[in-house]
C-alpha cells in the first residue's frame, strides 16, 4: 500500500508540474524608459548642432605685389575702419607712382603751352582778319564814289569797274578768312581735348598709383573684430605677398547668424521662413529659417538660421550651439515618446503595461509622423496607456515580462 501511494503522489505531482506556465522574465523597473500616450497638440520639430558665423566677413586682399614690413594688429581686437592692421612695402611702386606724378605734371605743362600758343595764332587770325575787313570797307566806299563820277561821266568806265572788282574781292576775302578763323577754331577745340585726355589718362594713372601706394597700409574696412591675419595661414614679418592674397579678416560680432547640420533624413520637411531656436549654452535665441543648401554633406544638409533675438553674453564666432526647427503643429493627434527603434511611419511592438503596471505585453503599434522627442501613434495604443520606451532588444524571445 506504502508503494501504490507513493506512485500515486508522484504521478499527481508529474501532472502538476506539467501544467504550470514557464515563469515570466523580470525586468528591473528603474532601468526602463516609460512613456505615456496622450492626445492633444504635437509640435513636430528637427534637432541639429552647429556654431554661429558671421553674416557676413570683410576681406581684405593685397592689391599689388609687397612684403609685410610690420603688423599693428593681432586677432581678437577691436577695431574701426580705418584702424591700420599692417604695412608693406613695394619700392618698385614708389618709383612708379613719382614717375606717374612727374608725366602727370609734364602732360599739364604741355596743355597750358599748347592752349598759349593755339590762343595766339588765334589772335593773329583775328587781327589780319581785322585788318583785311577794313581795307574792304575803304575799297567799298572808293567803288561807291567812282560809281557817282562815272554816273556823271567824270569818270572812265574802266576805272570804276576796276575799283568794283577791288572792293568785291576783298569782300570775297574777308568771307575766306571769316571762314578760316571760324575752322580754326574747331581745330583748337579738337587739338585741346586730345591734349587734354592725355592729361585725364596721366591723371588717372597717377591716381591709380596712388591708390595702390596707400594700399600699403592695410586698413580694415568695417568696424568690428579682426578675425584672423592672413588666410589659412597667419602672415608674417617679411614675408611676400602677392595681389589677391587675403591679408586679413574682420567680422561684425554683433551680427551673428547660426549655421545648423541637421541629418539627411530630416531635413526634408524644413522650408525657409519656419522658426527655430538657438541654444548657446548661456541663453536660448529665437530666429528663423533663412536659406537651406540644396547639397547635402557627409550625411547631413546646412541649414542657416537668422537670430532675432539679442545676443547673450559670451555670444562669439564659432561658438557651438545646438537648434531646433519647428516643422509644423499637428492638432488633437495621439503622440507618445520616441521609442529607441521607433522610426516615423513605420510598425513596431512595443510593451504595454497590464495588470496595473505588473506586467508588460507586447503589442503591435503604427507610428506616423515624428519629432525630436515624441512621435504620432496611429494605431495599436490609446489615450493613457504606457508603453516601455528604453531598448528591449534582450527580451525579444517573449511576449510578456514582469516589472518588479
Not at 543648401?293 to 553674453?313: E, S
Request: no cysteine; aromatic share 2%; hydrophobic share 40%.
Amino acid at each position: 500500500m506504502l508503494g501504490t501511494g507513493a506512485i500515486v503522489a508522484v504521478a499527481l505531482v508529474t501532472v502538476g508540474l506539467s501544467q504550470l506556465q514557464p515563469a515570466l522574465p523580470r525586468v528591473d523597473k528603474a532601468s526602463i524608459y516609460l512613456g505615456t500616450v496622450h492626445r492633444g497638440e504635437m509640435i513636430r520639430q528637427v534637432r541639429g548642432n552647429g556654431t554661429l558665423v558671421p553674416e557676413q566677413i570683410q576681406s581684405v586682399q593685397a592689391e599689388t605685389d609687397g612684403r609685410v614690413e610690420r603688423i599693428f594688429m593681432q586677432p581678437g581686437a577691436l577695431v574701426t575702419a580705418d584702424t591700420v592692421l599692417m604695412e608693406l612695402s613695394n619700392p618698385e611702386l614708389e618709383q612708379a607712382a613719382f614717375d606717374a606724378e612727374w608725366q602727370l605734371k609734364g602732360t599739364e605743362a604741355q596743355l597750358t603751352r599748347l592752349r598759349a600758343q593755339l590762343e595766339d595764332e588765334q589772335l593773329s587770325l583775328q587781327s589780319s582778319l581785322s585788318a583785311l575787313k577794313a581795307e574792304a570797307t575803304q575799297a567799298e566806299l572808293d567803288a561807291q564814289v567812282n560809281d557817282q563820277l562815272a554816273k556823271e561821266r567824270l569818270l572812265a568806265a574802266v576805272e570804276n569797274q576796276r575799283s568794283r572788282a577791288k572792293a568785291d574781292a576783298l569782300h570775297e576775302r574777308v568771307r575766306i578768312e571769316e571762314q578760316r578763323l571760324k575752322t580754326s577754331g574747331q581745330s583748337i577745340d579738337a587739338q585741346l581735348a586730345v591734349q587734354q585726355a592725355e592729361v585725364e589718362r596721366a591723371r588717372a594713372l597717377y591716381s591709380r598709383k596712388k591708390q595702390l601706394l596707400a594700399a600699403l597700409r592695410v586698413r580694415a574696412g568695417v568696424d568690428g573684430v579682426l578675425q584672423q591675419i592672413g588666410d589659412t595661414e597667419a602672415l608674417e614679418v617679411g614675408q611676400r605677398v602677392t595681389p589677391g592674397t587675403t591679408l586679413a579678416k574682420t567680422v561684425e560680432p554683433t551680427h551673428l547668424k547660426a549655421v545648423l547640420k541637421i541629418a539627411e533624413t530630416q531635413v526634408r520637411d524644413v522650408q525657409i521662413g519656419q522658426k527655430a531656436e538657438i541654444d548657446t549654452g548661456n541663453g536660448i535665441i529665437p530666429g528663423y529659417v533663412i536659406r537651406i543648401d540644396p547639397a547635402a554633406q557627409n550625411g547631413t544638409v546646412t541649414v542657416d538660421v537668422k537670430l532675432d533675438g539679442a545676443l547673450p553674453k559670451g555670444a562669439r564666432p564659432d561658438l557651438n550651439v545646438d537648434g531646433v526647427i519647428e516643422l509644423e503643429r499637428l492638432q488633437s493627434v495621439l503622440s507618445v515618446g520616441r521609442p529607441v527603434q521607433g522610426q516615423e511611419e513605420s510598425t513596431v511592438r512595443l510593451f504595454k503595461l497590464i495588470d496595473g503596471g505588473k506586467t508588460a505585453q507586447r503589442v503591435t503599434v503604427k507610428l506616423g509622423r515624428s519629432s525630436v522627442s515624441v512621435i504620432e501613434v496611429l494605431g495599436g495604443l490609446q489615450e493613457g496607456d504606457q508603453v516601455i520606451l528604453s531598448d528591449m532588444a534582450t527580451w525579444d524571445g517573449h511576449d510578456t515580462v514582469r516589472l518588479e
